[in-house]
């Protein structure tokens, strides 16, 4: 039971390159949510998507595209990266509808520089 | 935007407890108040929850005001290893609301 799995856990890019950012977890959890961390910064929400098919933005959406390819992964794509999206980005699922604790559980982080 | 104030940093001498206020003037009915830390730059580890009862687990006991309007977090023996930067988050849990963070409290557990 891996829990939530981020890759890669760290990057390079030039400024105007794409990339994607995948991730994926294994506990049936329908919401999941991108942050990016700042240094000396707390988390700031990106994106999060509270079930399979639907999409929303958080606090800090704009540079960013989203996928939730089904109920286990949620993908956060750069287009034309730039330095301000030098970051740590995680990935959280959370469980939903029920009876449940809606505890976030976190990914390791994937550390992006773009020069 | 953030729903909790809290202060940015707070000191505590080894052994003794860490009491971390958190504001959440506009919780709503349906909101619980959530605590995680996060150590160094590992992802944020889920601490505690609670509605309005006051709750205690392994790690930690959560007082939550009658009003709900203010929580503390309680680390009864606070040591080396609890250093790190606490969040408290109000959000419900039965959707998949926005679950924002803020900018957290740092703790530095002194020797």
């Known amino acids: 039971n891996a829990g939530v799995t981020q890759t890669p856990k760290f990057q390079v890019l030039k400024t105007g390159q794409s990339m994607t950012l995948q991730c994926a977890q294994d506990m049936n959890h329908n919401s999941m949510y991108w942050y990016r961390q700042d240094p000396g910064m707390g988390l700031r929400l990106i994106y999060y998507s509270a079930s399979e098919g639907t999409t929303d933005k958080g606090e800090v959406p704009n540079g960013y595209n989203v996928s939730r390819l089904n109920k286990r992964e949620f993908s956060l794509r750069l287009e034309s990266a730039a330095p301000s999206q030098t970051s740590v980005y995680f990935c959280?699922?959370?469980?939903?509808?029920?009876?449940?604790?809606?505890?976030?559980?976190f990914g390791e982080g994937s550390r992006l520089t773009v020069l | 935007d953030a729903k909790t104030t809290q202060p940015p940093s707070m000191d505590c001498a080894e052994g003794r407890a860490a009491n971390l206020p958190c504001n959440h003037s506009?919780?709503?009915?349906?909101?619980?108040v959530y605590w995680y830390r996060q150590i160094h730059s590992q992802g944020p580890q889920y601490i505690i929850h609670g509605l309005k009862n006051n709750e205690t687990n392994e790690m930690a006991s959560l007082i939550i005001t009658e009003d709900r309007k203010s929580s503390t977090l309680i680390l009864p023996h606070a040591t080396l290893r609890d250093t790190a930067v606490y969040y408290c988050?109000?959000?419900?849990?039965?959707?998949?609301?926005?679950?924002?963070f803020g900018t957290g409290t740092s703790l530095t557990v002194i020797p």
């Open positions: 506009t919780i709503s009915g349906n909101e619980y």
């Open positions: 959280a699922s959370r469980k939903t509808g029920g009876a449940n604790t809606g505890e976030l559980f």
């Open positions: 988050i109000v959000s419900a849990p039965n959707t998949g609301n926005q679950f924002y």
